[in-house]
Protein backbone atom coordinates (compact mmCIF):
# COMPACT_ATOMS: atom_id res chain seq x y z
CA UNK A 1 0.00 0.00 0.00
CA UNK A 2 1.12 3.65 -1.32
CA UNK A 3 0.33 6.72 0.36
CA UNK A 4 1.30 10.30 0.71
CA UNK A 5 3.21 10.64 3.76
CA UNK A 6 4.50 13.99 4.80
CA UNK A 7 6.97 14.61 7.30
CA UNK A 8 10.28 16.64 8.30
CA UNK A 9 13.60 14.81 7.59
CA UNK A 10 16.22 17.38 9.99
CA UNK A 11 15.49 20.69 8.69
CA UNK A 12 13.43 19.77 5.13
CA UNK A 13 10.10 19.18 4.20
CA UNK A 14 9.15 15.91 2.47
CA UNK A 15 5.88 14.61 0.82
CA UNK A 16 6.62 11.06 -0.87
CA UNK A 17 4.67 8.26 -1.63
CA UNK A 18 7.50 5.66 -1.39
CA UNK A 19 5.78 1.98 -0.37
CA UNK A 20 4.33 1.97 3.60
CA UNK A 21 6.52 -0.76 4.36
CA UNK A 22 9.87 0.77 2.93
CA UNK A 23 12.20 1.10 6.04
CA UNK A 24 13.22 4.59 7.10
CA UNK A 25 17.30 3.29 7.23
CA UNK A 26 16.97 2.50 3.06
CA UNK A 27 15.19 5.58 2.55
CA UNK A 28 17.41 7.55 4.25
CA UNK A 29 20.92 5.62 2.77
CA UNK A 30 19.37 5.03 -0.82
CA UNK A 31 16.72 7.91 -1.54
CA UNK A 32 18.29 10.49 0.15
CA UNK A 33 21.47 9.74 0.32
CA UNK A 34 21.82 10.66 3.84
CA UNK A 35 24.75 7.81 4.56
CA UNK A 36 25.58 9.10 7.76
CA UNK A 37 23.13 6.70 9.34
CA UNK A 38 24.67 2.97 8.95
CA UNK A 39 23.46 -0.16 8.24
CA UNK A 40 24.69 -3.05 10.43
CA UNK A 41 22.54 -6.08 11.86
CA UNK A 42 19.70 -4.88 10.24
CA UNK A 43 17.94 -6.46 13.19
CA UNK A 44 17.88 -3.76 15.94
CA UNK A 45 20.72 -5.40 18.29
CA UNK A 46 23.68 -3.13 17.15
CA UNK A 47 22.48 0.67 17.13
CA UNK A 48 24.14 1.98 14.42
CA UNK A 49 20.81 3.10 12.04
CA UNK A 50 19.68 4.97 15.05
CA UNK A 51 17.62 8.00 14.33
CA UNK A 52 15.36 10.31 16.42
CA UNK A 53 11.63 10.21 15.89
CA UNK A 54 9.97 13.32 16.95
CA UNK A 55 6.34 14.16 17.67
CA UNK A 56 3.85 16.96 19.13
CA UNK A 57 2.33 14.94 22.30
CA UNK A 58 -0.29 17.40 24.27
CA UNK A 59 1.48 20.29 22.90
CA UNK A 60 5.11 19.40 22.93
CA UNK A 61 7.70 18.02 21.19
CA UNK A 62 8.62 14.54 22.43
CA UNK A 63 11.56 12.80 20.30
CA UNK A 64 12.58 8.84 21.36
CA UNK A 65 15.41 7.11 19.62
CA UNK A 66 14.77 4.08 17.44
CA UNK A 67 16.18 1.78 14.81
CA UNK A 68 15.56 2.95 11.68
CA UNK A 69 16.24 -0.88 10.18
CA UNK A 70 13.05 -1.93 11.64
CA UNK A 71 11.04 1.68 11.40
CA UNK A 72 8.52 1.85 8.28
CA UNK A 73 8.58 5.17 6.35
CA UNK A 74 4.49 4.81 6.06
CA UNK A 75 4.43 5.42 9.77
CA UNK A 76 6.13 8.97 9.82
CA UNK A 77 3.58 11.29 8.47
CA UNK A 78 3.31 14.34 10.53
CA UNK A 79 6.45 13.33 12.68
CA UNK A 80 10.21 14.46 12.87
CA UNK A 81 13.24 12.12 11.27
CA UNK A 82 16.56 13.15 12.94
CA UNK A 83 19.18 11.52 11.39
CA UNK A 84 23.17 12.19 12.55
CA UNK A 85 23.26 14.83 9.94
CA UNK A 86 20.40 16.72 11.10
CA UNK A 87 22.27 17.03 14.32
CA UNK A 88 25.35 18.67 13.02
CA UNK A 89 26.13 22.14 13.93
CA UNK A 90 27.00 24.61 11.24
CA UNK A 91 30.89 24.62 11.58
CA UNK A 92 31.30 23.00 14.46
CA UNK A 93 30.61 20.02 16.42
CA UNK A 94 28.08 19.88 19.27
CA UNK A 95 29.07 19.30 22.92
CA UNK A 96 28.46 15.69 22.29
CA UNK A 97 29.97 15.17 19.14
CA UNK A 98 33.10 17.09 20.22
CA UNK A 99 33.50 14.97 23.80
CA UNK A 100 33.73 11.71 21.54
CA UNK A 101 36.35 13.40 19.40
CA UNK A 102 38.91 14.42 22.26
CA UNK A 103 37.95 11.32 24.02
CA UNK A 104 38.95 9.05 21.41
CA UNK A 105 35.39 7.40 21.37
CA UNK A 106 35.60 6.45 17.56
CA UNK A 107 37.70 3.90 16.28
CA UNK A 108 36.07 2.23 13.20
CA UNK A 109 33.51 4.55 13.28
CA UNK A 110 30.53 2.83 11.82
CA UNK A 111 29.06 2.73 15.38
CA UNK A 112 29.46 6.12 16.10
CA UNK A 113 26.71 7.67 14.86
CA UNK A 114 24.42 5.84 16.39
CA UNK A 115 25.73 6.32 19.82
CA UNK A 116 25.88 9.96 19.24
CA UNK A 117 22.51 9.89 18.40
CA UNK A 118 21.87 8.15 21.56
CA UNK A 119 23.84 10.54 23.56
CA UNK A 120 21.59 13.64 22.35
CA UNK A 121 18.69 12.10 22.63
CA UNK A 122 19.74 11.45 26.32
CA UNK A 123 20.62 15.23 26.61
CA UNK A 124 17.21 16.04 25.51
CA UNK A 125 15.22 13.63 27.46
CA UNK A 126 17.14 13.52 31.07
CA UNK A 127 14.60 15.22 33.66
CA UNK A 128 17.52 15.90 35.76
CA UNK A 129 21.37 16.65 35.74
CA UNK A 130 22.84 13.89 33.30
CA UNK A 131 24.99 10.79 35.04
CA UNK A 132 27.33 8.04 33.49
CA UNK A 133 24.74 5.91 34.14
CA UNK A 134 22.29 7.63 32.36
CA UNK A 135 24.13 8.19 29.48
CA UNK A 136 24.85 4.28 29.57
CA UNK A 137 21.29 3.18 29.90
CA UNK A 138 20.64 5.64 26.81
CA UNK A 139 23.19 4.03 24.20
CA UNK A 140 22.26 0.24 25.89
CA UNK A 141 21.21 -0.97 22.56
CA UNK A 142 24.36 0.56 20.88
CA UNK A 143 27.30 -1.91 19.79
CA UNK A 144 30.75 -0.97 19.88
CA UNK A 145 32.50 -3.82 17.72
CA UNK A 146 35.77 -2.17 18.33
CA UNK A 147 35.44 -2.59 22.24
CA UNK A 148 35.80 1.29 22.34
CA UNK A 149 33.18 1.80 25.83
CA UNK A 150 36.16 3.42 28.13
CA UNK A 151 36.65 6.02 25.65
CA UNK A 152 32.41 6.54 25.41
CA UNK A 153 32.10 6.19 28.76
CA UNK A 154 34.80 9.21 29.71
CA UNK A 155 33.40 11.17 26.88
CA UNK A 156 30.48 10.63 28.62
CA UNK A 157 31.74 11.83 31.57
CA UNK A 158 32.88 15.06 29.96
CA UNK A 159 29.37 15.55 29.42
CA UNK A 160 28.49 15.19 33.06
CA UNK A 161 30.76 17.58 34.12
CA UNK A 162 30.03 20.19 31.81
CA UNK A 163 26.71 19.86 32.54
CA UNK A 164 26.26 18.84 35.59
CA UNK A 165 26.09 20.61 39.21
CA UNK A 166 29.26 22.89 39.13
CA UNK A 167 29.49 22.88 35.30
CA UNK A 168 29.34 25.56 32.57
CA UNK A 169 26.26 24.49 31.24
CA UNK A 170 24.16 23.07 34.81
CA UNK A 171 21.59 26.05 34.98
CA UNK A 172 19.67 24.23 32.07
CA UNK A 173 18.16 21.52 34.29
CA UNK A 174 16.34 24.67 35.96
CA UNK A 175 15.24 26.44 32.78
CA UNK A 176 11.26 26.36 31.78
CA UNK A 177 12.65 26.59 28.28
CA UNK A 178 14.47 23.39 27.87
CA UNK A 179 14.73 23.37 24.29
CA UNK A 180 15.65 26.95 24.00
CA UNK A 181 18.35 25.97 26.85
CA UNK A 182 19.39 23.22 24.83
CA UNK A 183 20.05 25.93 21.54
CA UNK A 184 21.91 28.14 23.72
CA UNK A 185 24.17 25.87 24.25
CA UNK A 186 24.49 24.42 20.92
CA UNK A 187 23.59 20.42 21.65
CA UNK A 188 20.53 20.90 18.80
CA UNK A 189 20.54 22.65 15.28
CA UNK A 190 18.52 26.07 15.53
CA UNK A 191 16.07 24.76 13.50
CA UNK A 192 15.02 22.52 16.22
CA UNK A 193 12.96 25.37 17.53
CA UNK A 194 10.52 25.64 14.33
CA UNK A 195 9.73 21.88 14.55
CA UNK A 196 6.30 22.30 16.94
CA UNK A 197 4.99 24.62 14.51
CA UNK A 198 5.90 22.93 11.40
CA UNK A 199 4.37 19.48 12.53
CA UNK A 200 1.27 21.23 14.03
CA UNK A 201 0.62 22.21 10.25
CA UNK A 202 0.59 18.92 8.64
CA UNK A 203 -3.06 17.73 8.06
CA UNK A 204 -4.53 14.35 8.49
CA UNK A 205 -3.20 11.51 5.90
CA UNK A 206 -5.14 10.88 3.33
CA UNK A 207 -5.11 7.16 3.33
CA UNK A 208 -6.84 5.11 0.68
CA UNK A 209 -9.49 2.46 1.96
CA UNK A 210 -8.98 -0.65 1.83
CA UNK A 211 -10.36 -4.15 3.15
CA UNK A 212 -8.66 -5.43 5.55
CA UNK A 213 -7.88 -8.42 3.86
CA UNK A 214 -6.14 -6.91 0.95
CA UNK A 215 -3.54 -6.40 3.28
CA UNK A 216 -0.57 -9.00 3.30
CA UNK A 217 1.15 -7.62 6.37
CA UNK A 218 -0.16 -6.07 9.87
CA UNK A 219 2.80 -3.95 10.63
CA UNK A 220 2.90 -2.73 14.63
CA UNK A 221 5.90 -2.37 16.16
CA UNK A 222 8.11 -4.18 13.33
CA UNK A 223 10.59 -5.46 15.85
CA UNK A 224 10.40 -9.36 15.05
CA UNK A 225 8.36 -8.95 11.78
CA UNK A 226 10.81 -6.93 9.79
CA UNK A 227 14.14 -8.86 10.88
CA UNK A 228 11.53 -12.16 9.44
CA UNK A 229 10.46 -10.26 6.39
CA UNK A 230 11.94 -7.52 5.96
CA UNK A 231 12.59 -7.99 2.35
CA UNK A 232 9.06 -8.25 1.05
CA UNK A 233 7.46 -5.76 3.51
CA UNK A 234 8.60 -2.88 1.26
CA UNK A 235 7.00 -4.57 -2.14
CA UNK A 236 3.87 -5.72 0.03
CA UNK A 237 0.47 -4.45 0.74
CA UNK A 238 0.87 -3.41 4.58
CA UNK A 239 -1.35 -1.67 6.99
CA UNK A 240 0.20 0.58 8.97
CA UNK A 241 -1.28 0.14 12.61
CA UNK A 242 0.44 2.89 14.71
CA UNK A 243 -2.08 5.12 12.60
CA UNK A 244 -4.54 4.00 14.82
CA UNK A 245 -3.97 6.01 17.83
CA UNK A 246 -7.26 4.20 19.58
CA UNK A 247 -4.94 0.84 20.03
CA UNK A 248 -2.80 2.71 22.15
CA UNK A 249 -2.75 3.96 25.74
CA UNK A 250 -3.40 2.28 29.17
CA UNK A 251 -6.60 3.49 31.51
CA UNK A 252 -8.04 2.43 34.40
CA UNK A 253 -12.05 1.14 34.25
CA UNK A 254 -13.12 0.10 37.76
CA UNK A 255 -10.94 -2.56 39.29
CA UNK A 256 -9.03 -3.65 35.92
CA UNK A 257 -6.48 -2.02 33.53
CA UNK A 258 -7.40 -1.25 30.06
CA UNK A 259 -4.04 -1.99 27.75
CA UNK A 260 -4.19 -0.38 24.51
CA UNK A 261 -2.68 -3.85 21.93
CA UNK A 262 -0.15 -0.93 20.43
CA UNK A 263 1.46 -0.01 23.73
CA UNK A 264 5.07 -0.24 24.02
CA UNK A 265 7.06 -1.92 26.39
CA UNK A 266 8.12 1.74 27.36
CA UNK A 267 5.07 3.15 27.92
CA UNK A 268 3.65 0.17 29.94
CA UNK A 269 6.62 0.85 31.87
CA UNK A 270 5.99 4.75 32.36
CA UNK A 271 2.43 4.30 32.91
CA UNK A 272 1.60 5.48 36.78
CA UNK A 273 -1.09 2.82 37.14
CA UNK A 274 1.59 0.28 35.87
CA UNK A 275 4.30 1.42 38.26
CA UNK A 276 1.70 1.46 40.94
CA UNK A 277 1.20 -2.65 41.22
CA UNK A 278 4.80 -3.16 39.50
CA UNK A 279 7.19 -0.64 41.43
CA UNK A 280 9.96 -2.68 40.01
CA UNK A 281 8.82 -2.25 36.09
CA UNK A 282 11.40 -0.11 34.97
CA UNK A 283 14.38 -2.61 36.45
CA UNK A 284 12.72 -5.55 34.54
CA UNK A 285 12.56 -3.67 31.15
CA UNK A 286 16.39 -2.92 31.41
CA UNK A 287 16.58 -6.85 31.16
CA UNK A 288 14.58 -6.41 27.84
CA UNK A 289 15.74 -5.74 24.46
CA UNK A 290 17.11 -1.86 24.61
CA UNK A 291 15.75 1.25 24.94
CA UNK A 292 15.36 1.84 20.76
CA UNK A 293 13.47 -1.64 20.86
CA UNK A 294 11.31 -1.11 23.48
CA UNK A 295 9.95 2.43 22.52
CA UNK A 296 9.00 0.28 19.36
CA UNK A 297 8.07 -3.19 20.43
CA UNK A 298 4.31 -3.60 21.27
CA UNK A 299 2.77 -6.11 24.17
CA UNK A 300 -0.04 -7.10 21.49
CA UNK A 301 3.46 -7.80 18.81
CA UNK A 302 5.64 -9.85 21.68
CA UNK A 303 2.43 -12.02 22.70
CA UNK A 304 1.01 -12.19 18.83
CA UNK A 305 4.79 -13.45 17.83
CA UNK A 306 4.53 -16.29 20.08
CA UNK A 307 7.85 -16.92 21.21
CA UNK A 308 8.47 -19.79 23.74
CA UNK A 309 11.02 -16.87 25.36
CA UNK A 310 8.50 -13.58 24.94
CA UNK A 311 10.05 -11.46 27.65
CA UNK A 312 7.05 -9.18 28.07
CA UNK A 313 4.39 -12.06 27.62
CA UNK A 314 6.29 -13.90 30.64
CA UNK A 315 4.73 -11.04 32.40
CA UNK A 316 1.73 -10.57 30.93
CA UNK A 317 0.58 -13.92 31.61
CA UNK A 318 1.86 -14.47 35.16
CA UNK A 319 -0.66 -11.14 35.33
CA UNK A 320 -3.78 -13.10 34.30
CA UNK A 321 -4.17 -11.02 31.02
CA UNK A 322 -7.47 -11.29 29.13
CA UNK A 323 -6.95 -10.82 25.47
CA UNK A 324 -9.73 -8.59 23.53
CA UNK A 325 -9.99 -9.53 19.31
CA UNK A 326 -12.20 -7.28 17.16
CA UNK A 327 -13.43 -8.36 13.66
CA UNK A 328 -15.63 -5.74 12.10
CA UNK A 329 -18.44 -4.83 14.98
CA UNK A 330 -17.49 -8.05 17.17
CA UNK A 331 -14.83 -8.51 19.60
CA UNK A 332 -14.19 -11.67 21.51
CA UNK A 333 -12.56 -12.27 24.66
CA UNK A 334 -9.60 -14.94 25.06
CA UNK A 335 -7.83 -15.71 28.38
CA UNK A 336 -4.02 -15.24 27.30
CA UNK A 337 -3.45 -18.75 29.53
CA UNK A 338 -5.68 -20.28 27.07
CA UNK A 339 -4.46 -18.80 24.10
CA UNK A 340 -1.45 -20.82 22.87
CA UNK A 341 -2.59 -24.03 21.64
CA UNK A 342 1.06 -24.92 20.17
CA UNK A 343 4.65 -23.51 18.84
CA UNK A 344 3.46 -20.56 17.01
CA UNK A 345 -0.20 -21.74 17.28
CA UNK A 346 -3.01 -19.81 19.00
CA UNK A 347 -6.28 -19.17 19.38
CA UNK A 348 -6.69 -15.83 16.80
CA UNK A 349 -9.34 -16.26 13.76
CA UNK A 350 -8.70 -15.28 10.31
CA UNK A 351 -9.26 -11.05 9.97
CA UNK A 352 -9.44 -10.47 14.05
CA UNK A 353 -6.92 -8.20 15.17
CA UNK A 354 -6.03 -7.66 19.01
CA UNK A 355 -7.50 -4.38 20.06
CA UNK A 356 -7.00 -4.11 23.95
CA UNK A 357 -6.02 -6.16 26.74
CA UNK A 358 -7.43 -6.33 30.07
CA UNK A 359 -6.21 -7.56 33.62
CA UNK A 360 -7.80 -7.24 37.15
CA UNK A 361 -5.50 -4.75 39.74
CA UNK A 362 -3.58 -7.12 42.16
CA UNK A 363 -5.32 -6.70 45.56
CA UNK A 364 -2.74 -4.84 48.20
CA UNK A 365 0.47 -7.26 48.73
CA UNK A 366 0.73 -9.05 45.61
CA UNK A 367 3.82 -8.92 44.17
CA UNK A 368 5.10 -8.73 40.50
CA UNK A 369 8.11 -10.48 39.78
CA UNK A 370 10.37 -11.15 36.51
CA UNK A 371 13.54 -13.02 36.08
CA UNK A 372 15.48 -13.41 33.16
CA UNK A 373 18.51 -15.30 32.45
CA UNK A 374 20.55 -14.27 28.88
CA UNK A 375 24.18 -14.26 27.37
CA UNK A 376 23.92 -10.17 27.68
CA UNK A 377 22.40 -8.48 30.22
CA UNK A 378 21.04 -5.69 27.73
CA UNK A 379 19.90 -6.50 24.41
CA UNK A 380 19.57 -10.14 24.34
CA UNK A 381 16.87 -13.34 23.74
CA UNK A 382 16.06 -15.30 27.12
CA UNK A 383 17.64 -18.78 27.39
CA UNK A 384 14.79 -19.12 30.22
CA UNK A 385 12.65 -16.53 31.44
CA UNK A 386 10.13 -16.31 34.46
CA UNK A 387 6.93 -14.09 35.45
CA UNK A 388 5.37 -14.21 38.70
CA UNK A 389 2.54 -12.79 40.63
CA UNK A 390 2.84 -13.60 44.20
CA UNK A 391 0.69 -13.12 47.86
CA UNK A 392 1.91 -14.48 51.06
CA UNK A 393 0.32 -13.42 54.15
CA UNK A 394 1.78 -12.19 57.28
CA UNK A 395 1.26 -15.75 58.64
CA UNK A 396 3.68 -16.78 55.33
CA UNK A 397 0.24 -18.89 53.42
CA UNK A 398 0.49 -18.40 49.71
CA UNK A 399 -2.46 -16.71 48.94
CA UNK A 400 -2.35 -16.50 45.15
CA UNK A 401 0.69 -17.86 42.99
CA UNK A 402 0.47 -17.83 39.31
CA UNK A 403 3.99 -18.43 37.70
CA UNK A 404 5.06 -18.37 34.25
CA UNK A 405 8.38 -20.22 32.70
CA UNK A 406 9.27 -19.62 29.06
CA UNK A 407 11.82 -21.36 27.12
CA UNK A 408 11.11 -24.94 28.58
CA UNK A 409 8.07 -25.44 25.79
CA UNK A 410 6.92 -24.99 22.45
CA UNK A 411 4.87 -21.99 24.12
CA UNK A 412 5.31 -19.50 27.00
CA UNK A 413 4.28 -21.62 29.67
CA UNK A 414 1.66 -21.22 32.66
CA UNK A 415 2.56 -23.39 35.47
CA UNK A 416 -1.12 -24.14 36.06
CA UNK A 417 -0.77 -27.40 38.11
CA UNK A 418 2.28 -25.75 40.46
CA UNK A 419 -0.19 -22.40 41.10
CA UNK A 420 -2.72 -24.92 42.53
CA UNK A 421 -0.53 -26.94 44.79
CA UNK A 422 1.59 -23.84 45.94
CA UNK A 423 -2.03 -21.98 47.39
CA UNK A 424 -3.50 -22.54 50.92
CA UNK A 425 0.00 -23.98 51.85
CA UNK A 426 2.38 -22.18 54.60
CA UNK A 427 6.00 -21.58 52.61
CA UNK A 428 8.47 -23.35 54.36
CA UNK A 429 12.01 -24.65 52.04
CA UNK A 430 10.34 -27.86 52.03
CA UNK A 431 7.30 -27.24 50.12
CA UNK A 432 9.02 -24.99 47.67
CA UNK A 433 10.61 -28.07 46.67
CA UNK A 434 8.05 -30.25 46.23
CA UNK A 435 6.56 -27.54 44.08
CA UNK A 436 9.60 -27.55 41.79
CA UNK A 437 8.68 -31.08 41.14
CA UNK A 438 5.46 -30.49 40.38
CA UNK A 439 7.02 -27.46 37.98
CA UNK A 440 9.10 -30.40 36.78
CA UNK A 441 5.93 -32.27 35.12
CA UNK A 442 4.47 -29.01 33.30
CA UNK A 443 7.82 -28.53 31.80
CA UNK A 444 9.29 -30.20 28.68
CA UNK A 445 12.10 -28.38 27.35
CA UNK A 446 14.48 -29.33 23.96
CA UNK A 447 18.23 -28.90 23.63
CA UNK A 448 18.95 -25.92 21.28
CA UNK A 449 21.63 -23.47 20.43
CA UNK A 450 20.51 -21.72 23.45
CA UNK A 451 21.59 -24.68 26.08
CA UNK A 452 20.68 -28.27 26.49
CA UNK A 453 17.16 -29.49 28.21
CA UNK A 454 18.92 -30.25 31.09
CA UNK A 455 20.68 -26.84 31.36
CA UNK A 456 16.76 -25.41 31.19
CA UNK A 457 15.06 -27.12 33.73
CA UNK A 458 17.95 -26.13 35.75
CA UNK A 459 17.65 -22.50 35.07
CA UNK A 460 13.56 -22.68 35.51
CA UNK A 461 14.75 -24.07 39.10
CA UNK A 462 16.56 -21.47 39.89
CA UNK A 463 14.29 -18.46 38.45
CA UNK A 464 11.70 -19.84 40.25
CA UNK A 465 13.40 -19.96 43.35
CA UNK A 466 14.74 -16.47 43.17
CA UNK A 467 11.02 -15.05 42.86
CA UNK A 468 10.18 -16.73 46.63
CA UNK A 469 13.50 -15.93 47.60
CA UNK A 470 13.22 -12.09 47.06
CA UNK A 471 9.76 -12.03 48.04
CA UNK A 472 10.25 -14.19 51.32
CA UNK A 473 13.88 -14.39 51.98
CA UNK A 474 13.37 -14.95 55.69
CA UNK A 475 11.41 -18.37 55.12
CA UNK A 476 12.93 -20.00 52.16
CA UNK A 477 16.61 -18.48 52.07
CA UNK A 478 18.37 -19.07 49.68
CA UNK A 479 21.16 -21.56 51.92
CA UNK A 480 17.94 -23.30 53.55
CA UNK A 481 17.28 -24.25 49.57
CA UNK A 482 20.64 -24.84 49.09
CA UNK A 483 20.65 -27.24 52.68
CA UNK A 484 17.81 -29.63 50.85
Known amino acids: ?32 LLTGT ?8 CG ?41 LPGKLNPVQQAMVERVGAQCGFCTPG ?32 TGYAA ?19 SIWEAEDR ?68 MKGIRQVGDR ?58 IMLALDTTLVFTQGDQTREVELKRFYKGYKTFDKRPGEIMTEMHLALPPQGTAVLFEKVSKRRCLDIATVNSGAKLRISDEGVIEEASLTVGGVAATPLWLEKTGEFLVGKSLTPELLREALKVAHTEMSPISDVRGSADYKRL ?26
Open 1 to 32: MTTHVEFWLNDRRIITDVPDGMLVLDYLRKDR
Open 38 to 45: KEGCKEGD
Open 48 to 88: ACSVLIGEVVEGVMRYLPVTSCLTPVGEMHGKHVVSIEGLN
Open 115 to 146: FIVSMCWYMMAARETPTLEGFQRAFSGNLCRC
Open 152 to 170: INRASLDLVADFGPGGKWA
Open 179 to 246: LGALLEAGLLPAYFAEMPRRLSAIGEMEEVPRAEADADFFVAGGTDLYVQKGELLPRSQVKILNRHPE
Open 257 to 314: LHIGALTTFEEFGADPGVAAFIPEIQDYLRLIASLPLRNRATIAGNIINASPIGDMTA
Open 459 to 484: LATQLLTAHFVKLAGDRVSVEAMLAG
